[in-house]
């Protein structure tokens, strides 16, 4: 250590002899050049009470005074503090020598290897953007270096030369910033840096006072936080709207400033799609930002910490209340951004910034300060509300980044459900499909009716297709796009009846199935074509909804036959008329009627007489009315089955080569993105057993037979190029193998209306012998089964009109009852 010498106007290393003086005396004189000195003090390093200096009846600055002396030690590695005795003490210490001590070789080491981790890291992000082309290509190459690393490194190094350019005008050297690489593509943290401190560290400098301070650790976190929120926005400027990906992409969740600025320029979708590809410079925005934000938190060794010291003087930063109320603050905010639940950014900053506080929140000797006497120049509230603000604009979002797992999410489909329409009106009918996922995405959707007077189409960007043809397109990410269904509604009231749509809604080759029932505006309206039949051919049950418009004036339901007359063969259940009370029904009401043996028949056969039709109808107190003629929409016969495997060929009328069998329920609609398969075999004999596998393909049977298994309940339907089966069958129980896998039960035999008094003889062949003979009816029936041939004879006593049907039932025991039902029309003849 070189040594002090008497000479006071001159800032030179000043040689001591070993003899000639003692060092305390010699400091002590050189004190005295500045302050009045009281007495001298113990202790490890030389301490002096001292007094201001007076002169023409003025007491100079004691803080301008210690600056002076500290100019004068400063050259001879010594350095005085000043403290608060009565009225001051001054200590002197040692200066600390040999900090700078960097390398250039390793300064070159650790810029040059985060520029190169930050190209890597940047090739990571932009991969999956362009997954037809190498990491190295150019065309990836260029934005990372030109826009990520460039940009990056370059304002950590401009943050770097503006914070010891401005240490060095207020007097003090300072290290610059040496960026610790991260070269690994981290999701929570992708930014290819994972600290920027400075070498030495700041805290290891001896301050002059706490205003130089708290101004140089000030220009770090703004450097970054400026430069960090220009690249955010000019990188959400220049991301596209719509992109290709190839894989899972990562979401930057910009801070509160940036985020509310994107929003206003690019709008809600627009900068939720720019976020989740951004541009390589708001990814370098991003970071930057996060630093300069994390730079400001109070943690022993961040300029954060620096700039409270600053504020609040050392003392009272390091004070125990100041320390315990950091830590709760820390620990309290960690734990409201899910630190130990949620993003892993939160987990290790909360970590990290309670054990600092934990270990050096007290250090009284970390930064150096030699006047922590002097207060900080300027306004400490004025500094606090700009501290406090940019915390809180550059506040991070709960995660930082975020893997999109939804980025190629389905589409979602609005179809409304129930449509009133105006009786003889045209409408249209809007199906809205929006993507949530973060690519464009192909639709497409198809139609069935099955009604003869709607007239139904698609309006599919201007082109007018069929209901049942198809109707496609693209929605782009996160858009809607509007699909128009146009529906020509009955022009007449009468008859007229509610409709049921089967849509298919396939989203990149991947379909689901939809319904929307169609209801004219009327005060009363069955709400389906079809009548829902209970599936008993001796006394069958039909039941129908009616919508019943809250409107609409009380009226009586009726069953009458399809000429205006009254019904003979269904009647109303329970009774001849029905009261509907709109305030009573709460929008629907359920009609059932009850037939005569075998009438059921006569809803779907070719042999209608308008007699015969069971029609609703009501009829409103102020004279309104509304009637209609519905169907059954299942078969009559049913398909028998014991459970066990039956051999079925070519010659089977129902399971036909190549056709699509699919078990499941009474409503259940086919699936037209299924795969069928083939049963198990070879190219002679195979085996299906629908228990196991409910759907698949029958095999080419012309050169070969199944052996086909089928549950003794359930449905079965048919299934070709539609989501409405073809055909569908009740699967019966029976006992009778000769039988199983036949439509028997159920099956009309024979139906025909006649007016003449001469007797009538037929003859059929039935599919088993000894069939049981079943009589109905109020004509004169004689019937006989010889073997497997059914005779009748019918005979009556008047020409007046009646009708006859004929038909199978197998019991669950195996019987076969052969049914004749034969009544007479009379009353309404």
Known sequence: MRGISGETNELEPIPIAAEAWNQRQLLASIIGRYFTIEQE????????????????????????????????????????????????????????????????????????????????????????????????????????????????????????????????????????????????????????????????????????????????????????????????????????????????????????????LGTLLLGGEGYLLASSWSHPLALAGQGLMLMGWISLLPFPGLPGNRILVAELGLKATRSTGTQIALFLATCITGLMFGAFTGHQFWTFLTMLGALSILISGADTSSPRILDDIKPFNSSTLRVSHIIFLSLLLALPAEYPTAEVHDWDAGLDWKVPQFVDIDINSSENISIVVTSTALISRDWSIQGWSGADDWNISWDCGGDILAISEVCSGRVMPLQSSEIILRVDSPKNVLGATGIELHFWLEDEDVGISSIMQIIPELPVVASSQYWDWDGNHLAPRICVDLSVDSKAPIGNVTLTSGDGGDSVLWSLENTSRIAVNPKEVGGMVEICAIGSNGAIHLLNSGEMNSKLLPVIEWIGDDGSTWSAALAIASTSSNLLSNGLAVTVDDSHSLFQSGRHLMLGEEDTLCDLDSSPRLPAGDNTTWAWDLNLRAQGLLPHLEEGQINLTLPESGWLHICEDSIVPTGTWRISPTSNQELALTTWDGRLIDIWVSNSSDPINRTWELPVSDALVRLHGDGIISASIEGATANLSLSVSDSSLRVTVIWLEVEADGKVLFNVASWSLEAVA
Not at 66 to 80: I, K
Not at 87 to 94: A, E, H, L, Y
Not at 237 to 257: C, G, K
């Open 41 to 260: 003090l113990g202790g490890l390093w030389p301490t002096w009470v001292v007094y201001p200096l007076v002169e023409d009846e003025e007491e100079s600055d004691v803080h301008d005074s210690l600056f002076a002396l500290n100019q004068h030690l400063e050259n001879n590695d010594w350095m005085a503090e000043l403290g608060v005795d009565d009225p001051w003490v001054v200590k002197i210490k040692p200066r600390p020598t040999r900090q700078f001590t960097t390398t250039t070789g390793v300064w070159l080491f650790f810029w040059l290897g985060s520029f190169i981790s930050t190209i890597i890291v940047g090739i990571a992000w932009l991969k999956p953007r362009y997954s037809a082309v190498e990491w190295y290509d150019i065309e990836i190459m260029m934005p990372v270096v030109l826009f990520y690393s460039l940009p990056f490194i370059c304002t950590i190094a401009l943050a770097s030369f503006l914070q010891k350019k401005v240490a060095a005008k207020m007097g003090t050297r300072i290290g610059g910033i040496i960026p610790i690489m991260l070269p690994f593509p981290y999701f929570p943290w992708p930014f290819g840096v994972i600290s920027i401190p400075t070498t030495p560290r700041m805290d290891d400098i001896t301050w002059d006072d706490r205003h130089r301070l708290g101004l140089v650790s000030l220009v770090s976190p703004a450097v970054l936080l400026v430069c960090g929120l220009i690249f955010v926005l000019l990188g959400l400027y220049l991301t596209p709207q719509n992109t290709v990906l190839h894989a899972l992409p990562i979401r930057l969740e910009f801070s509160l400033l940036p985020q509310a």
